[in-house]
């Protein structure tokens, strides 16, 4: 098993240096990780790496105060003099004074909200200014919003992008309001948050939920809507959340970026069929009954449409929550009975799969190829593919789908039409039901032009329809 590493606080400095050198990752997501933090007290060492950082004792408080470095889960002692009953008081004063730190921080937080509602941002006689935050601790989102935001800039907007200065920083969100603040935007544009309680009533907030938040799914959650909120939802299980709370939206399929992912001939497209993607077997919780499962699988080899009742229905007799049945359970068993039946099925197409946790199942070993960077190493996947597997039990156009287009790779996509709404582009996708389908398909080769799909969801027509929504708003 490989060593787990964690941000640390060292006692030594020399300790630190050393360790600080190795460039070690810690977890900072189950998909990111992020170069190992090495603090220390005492004097300041010279010519010590980025990640070598000084911090004496009576400097944590303001450090993780005003910082977004993240905090040392960690204390190292080793080489010091302090006894054991001394590392035991000495831990427990670092920890109080980190927690202090963060509580004086979200007291920062508050002071930056109230004057972002103080300040009016003017539409008349400025260039508008689009305000986007993210994280590198997402692994989609971050993009999308990145390509928004160059959007909006090829259309003639102001644009800050806001992101994590490095790998050794947390998603801090001083950091977003104090930006936003001393930014003044008249639109902002979050992907999965609302962010909306501190905004002055005339700034445009749009906000694109791509994933089923605890926001829209607790019940006892409370999301006030204000009339300058564009409120768009990605597919049918985010519909279901917003509809439950009364809240409304529009739908808004995933776009492309055409400048990564497009045609290449000089890269040589073989007979391949190839999967891009996480497996989902630890999207499930252990204690779900194992009779759900089986009837679950079961409805999908008959080819049996998961509905909206049919899944109301299951969720009922199992006493589950729907968004987790199709969220969770449903997508878990369309997608990875989907790569593993096509492991089993006897072709001439080689096959080739990427992402988290296929190397867990002894059907996928075999034809596992590791975990591909974001952008130019899956576009380079593509290119060299006749076809993409792209299972999903509730989205037709995943961002899956329309890379694989724009490279020229023929979409095989999970048929979930009956919970879609429109278009759903026949002439661009090959459609299957039921596992024994993928078979056939593999064996009638049948052809298809993807084409229409990557012009109908590029970015550029994204931002238009945002500016034309708020223009009617």
Not at 205 to 213: A, E, S, T
Not at 352 to 370: A, R
Request: overall charge positive; proline content about 4%; charged content about 25%.
């Amino acid at each position: 098993m490989a060593n787990k590493y964690f941000d640390t606080y060292f006692l030594d400095s020399k300790q630190a240096l050393e360790v600080a050198k190795k460039n070690n990752r810690v977890d900072c997501t189950s998909a990111v990780t992020g170069t190992q933090i090495c603090y220390y007290a005492g004097k300041e060492l010279k010519n010590a790496p980025k990640n070598c950082i000084n911090l004496p004792l009576e400097s944590i408080y303001e450090h993780f105060r005003d910082t977004s470095f993240r905090i040392p889960t960690k204390i190292a002692y080793e080489n010091s003099q302090f006894t054991r009953e001394e590392q035991k008081t000495l831990t427990q004063k670092i920890t109080q004074t980190i927690e202090q730190s963060i509580y004086a921080q979200k007291k920062l937080i508050l002071k930056y909200e109230e004057k972002i509602r103080q300040i009016t941002p003017d539409f008349k006689n400025e260039r508008l200014r689009v305000f986007i935050p993210s994280s590198r601790l997402t692994t989609v989102m971050q993009h999308v919003s990145k390509y928004i935001a160059n959007a909006f800039k090829k259309m003639g907007y102001e644009v800050m992008y806001l992101i994590e200065e490095n790998d050794m920083h947390y998603s801090s969100y001083l950091l977003q309001v104090k930006a936003h603040y001393e930014y003044n935007p008249h639109i902002t544009v979050h992907i999965n948050h609302f962010n909306n309680d501190y905004l002055h009533k005339k700034i445009f907030n749009i906000v694109w939920m791509q994933d089923p938040m605890e926001s829209i799914v607790n019940p006892v959650s409370c999301i006030k809507v204000r009339k300058r909120d564009l409120i768009y939802s990605l597919a049918a299980p985010i519909d279901y959340a917003l509809k439950k709370k009364n809240i409304p939206f529009n739908r808004q399929n995933f776009a492309i970026n055409k400048k990564i992912y497009k045609t290449k001939d000089s890269i040589e497209r073989k007979k391949k069929i190839v999967f891009v993607g996480s497996a989902y077997f630890t999207n499930v919780h252990k204690d779900t009954p194992k009779e759900l499962f089986d009837e679950i699988l079961d409805m999908f080899i008959k080819g049996i449409d998961f509905s909206e009742p049919i899944i109301t229905r299951l969720a009922r007799k199992y006493n589950l929550d729907f968004i987790y049945v199709i969220i969770r359970v449903i997508n878990f068993i369309i997608r990875d009975y989907s790569v593993l039946e096509l492991c089993k099925i006897n072709t001439e197409y080689e096959i080739e799969i990427y992402g988290w946790g296929w190397d867990k199942y002894p059907e996928t070993k075999p034809y596992y190829k590791g975990v591909l960077k974001y952008g130019e190493d899956i576009a380079k996947v593509f290119h060299s593919a006749t076809y993409s597997l792209s299972p999903h039990s509730c989205s037709i156009v995943q961002q899956r789908v329309l890379e694989a287009s724009a490279c020229g790779c023929i979409p095989i996509v999970y048929d979930c039409r009956s919970i879609e709404p429109p278009p759903f582009y026949e002439d661009n996708l090959i459609y299957y039901k039921d596992l024994k389908t993928l078979t056939t398909i593999l064996k009638e080769s049948p052809i298809k032009k993807p084409k229409k799909i990557i012009k109908e969801n590029s970015y550029k027509k994204l931002v238009k329809r945002f500016i034309k929504d708020m223009e009617g708003t």
